[in-house]
């Protein structure tokens, strides 16, 4: 009896129990996230459907829809390829400023988007710093948006991709070294499996913070209708000229299609993570 009593005590923790936890967990996640999301919805479907279709499929919210969409998943593929890579060089490699450039990286976390935003306009612009030296315009160009997409974007798959590349055994690498493999074998092989699901992850979150960006991205892009006019643009435009159903309809649509990509990442990451194991 008094052995059964010290296995109970042992099991009491400092954090509350299950039933406790779990209940302030969905309070707080209802609180900030489903609810405010759910009134999307339905202030979406208190107008007539027609006007709702209207709205979503005017040729200047598709153009909008095809900018955003296009622009963020273009900027994540880059920060995935050059986000990998920075990690890589700040946890293997030991130089001097290390330190420096891993604080750098942080720095759009940090930095005012609008910052950004005007930063990047007149380093670009026709008469600007680099902007005056290129043979072809950036600013308020689609090109000069997927540069700010990726400045914001960038630390979301440093950050996700270096702890585990810190967590890597070095000895699977030199064992594959002493089998024969050369480095790319060794990297296909051994390094990018590993990888891969922190690589989707940042991934996932660059992309989602890159589709509802809008400080760094408004200054750069001129806001020419069917050019480089982005969708959270038009959200604002809209709410500005009371239309808060035409608001909310375009936000709805950019909501789904970030569910469904992100329930493929996920899917993608559960079937990386089963192979691998």
Known sequence: MARLQSMKMKRVGVLPGFGLSLGFTMFYISLLVILPLSMVFINTVSVEWAKIWQTISDPRVMASYKLS??????AA???VVFGVLIAWMLVRYRFPGARIVDGLVDLPFALPTAIAGIALTTL?????WLGQF??????????????ALTFIGLPFVVRTVQPVLQNLDQEME??????????LQTFVKVIFPELLPAALTGFALAFARALGEYGSVVFIAGNMPMRTEITPL?????????????ATAIAAVM???SFILLLIINLLQWRTNRKFI
């Open 69 to 74: 969409i296009g622009a963020s998943l273009t």
């Open 77 to 79: 593929c880059i920060n």
């Open 124 to 128: 670009y612009t026709k008469n600007g």
């Open 134 to 147: 290129l043979s072809f315009k950036v600013a308020f160009t689609p090109l000069g948006i997927i540069m």
């Open 174 to 183: 030199e064992a594959s070294a002493s089998l024969g493999a050369n480095r």
């Open 234 to 246: 038009l959200i604002m435009t809209k709410l500005e000229q009371y239309d808060y159903a035409g």
């Open 255 to 257: 909501l789904i299609f």
